[in-house]
Structure formats: structure tokens, C-alpha cells
């Protein structure tokens, strides 16, 4: 049980254009979904928390704009990198949990390479 | 402010030895979750354990181990008889139970094992 799926898992485009990557969770319903960035030999940092039905809370530093986030249903949140450039490039996953103090459930990422 | 230190950046061993990979933290709440979660080559995370700050009971699944002193600050994660399955790189999270609930990770331990 908890399976979380993402898509796409790798996506190669060129700058300028916008992406969006799906987090659904398969068997359970997310009231909570997370999502994190991950560079290259580093942990992941959150970009942002998002809630089904209200809007996301973003962490500092995360521009809400260039990364839209919207959180329709109880187990489906999308992640859209707008007017993507090289250095959006980068690995990024999302999770979910059922309630509070559970744990999250991973992903298994989507590696966006923007030329 | 919460902080996961993981020590320990890159670890080998020779298969079927035992290893620990050390997990400190700090955190100013009382009541907190601590979790480790695996994340092979393939990228997705895979959640392995979760702990209450009020328990204190070691766990023990199959050949993981996981040894919790609130008194050091520490959740050690040991795997013993090592697989070369087991290389991943190693994350310990912390999580504080109240508001916002945010999920801090170390920046994870890169076990390799040598056959």
C-alpha cells in the first residue's frame, strides 16, 4: 500500500517552455502532498506544501510563480516549471501523506534536463 | 530550527560485513518523528522506518536495525550481513509533530557494498 506515482520520470526540453509533472497516489488519499528538488549528490529540499483545495505553501526562496502548484483532488497534485531555463534543470520528487505525523511517500522522481 | 546531521557522507564495505550509519539531530520540540529512507540509483525514495520521540525502543526488521537515544540526539541505522543490494544513499529525516510539520533530511550517507 501508499504507492505514490509520478510522471513524467524524465523529460528533456528546450528553455523557454513550461513542464508540468504529475504526483498521484494510487491507493490512498493524500490530504498532503510535498515537493522537493534535488540537486546532484545533495538532499532534497521542499519547495513547497500544498494542501487539496487550498494553495500551496511555498518555502522561502522558491519562486511560486515560475513553480505552480495545484492540488485538485485528494490524490492528485501537479508541479508546473513555467518558462523553464538550465538551471531549473534538476531531479524532482514529490510525496504524500494520509495525515499528519505518518510518514511520506516517495515518488520515484522526474529528472527535467532544460537545453 | 530543526537540523539533521549525517556524518558519514560516502561508506564501503565488504559484503557481509555490518555497518552503521550515524544520525544526529537538533530540534527544540519534545514531541518529533524521526524517519531513514533509502534511495537507490534508480532515484526513488523508500521509506524504512518511522519513530516517535517517545519511543525509545530499538527496532528490528530482517537484517536492519535501528537503535534510538534521545539522550545523544541520535537514530543510528545498522544493516548487518550487508548486501550489495544495499548499496543506496541513506537519508534520515526529522519531523516536528505540531503546525506546519515540516520534514527536514540530512544530507544522506552513500553506502556502497563491495561484493
Known amino acids: 500500500g501508499a504507492v505514490v506515482s509520478q510522471h513524467p520520470s524524465w523529460v528533456i526540453c528546450k528553455s523557454g517552455t513550461s513542464v508540468k509533472i504529475e504526483c498521484r497516489s494510487l491507493?490512498?488519499?493524500?490530504?498532503?502532498m510535498f515537493w522537493y528538488r534535488q540537486f546532484p549528490k545533495q538532499s532534497l529540499m521542499l519547495m513547497a506544501t500544498?494542501?487539496?483545495?487550498?494553495?500551496?505553501?511555498?518555502e522561502q526562496g522558491v519562486e511560486k510563480d515560475k513553480f505552480l502548484i495545484n492540488h485538485a483532488s485528494l490524490t492528485l497534485s501537479t508541479l508546473t516549471v513555467t518558462s523553464a531555463h538550465p538551471e531549473d534543470s534538476s531531479f524532482y520528487i514529490c510525496?504524500?501523506?494520509?495525515?499528519?505525523?505518518?510518514?511520506?511517500?516517495f515518488g520515484d522522481g522526474t529528472r527535467l534536463s532544460i537545453l | 530550527a530543526q537540523k539533521v546531521t549525517q556524518a558519514q557522507t560516502e561508506i564501503s564495505v565488504v559484503e557481509k560485513e555490518d555497518v552503521t550509519l550515524d544520525c544526529v539531530y537538533e530540534?527544540?520540540?519534545?514531541?518529533?518523528?524521526l524517519f531513514w529512507y533509502k534511495q537507490p540509483p534508480s532515484g526513488e525514495l523508500v521509506f524504512l522506518i518511522r519513530r516517535n520521540s517517545f519511543d525509545e525502543q530499538n527496532e528490528i526488521s530482517g537484517r536492519y536495525s535501528w537503535n534510538f537515544q534521545k539522550s545523544t540526539s541520535s537514530f543510528n541505522f545498522t544493516i548487518t550481513a550487508s548486501q550489495v543490494v544495499d548499496s543506496a544513499v541513506y537519508f534520515c529525516a526529522l519531523m516536528n509533530s505540531g503546525g506546519y510539520q515540516k520534514v527536514t533530511f540530512g544530507i544522506g550517507t552513500k553506502l556502497q557494498v563491495i561484493p
Open positions: 500544498s494542501n487539496e483545495g487550498s494553495k500551496a505553501t511555498y
Open positions: 530540534t527544540r520540540d519534545t514531541t518529533y518523528y
Open positions: 491507493d490512498f488519499q493524500a490530504t498532503t
Open positions: 510525496s504524500a501523506r494520509v495525515t499528519s505525523n505518518q510518514p511520506q511517500h
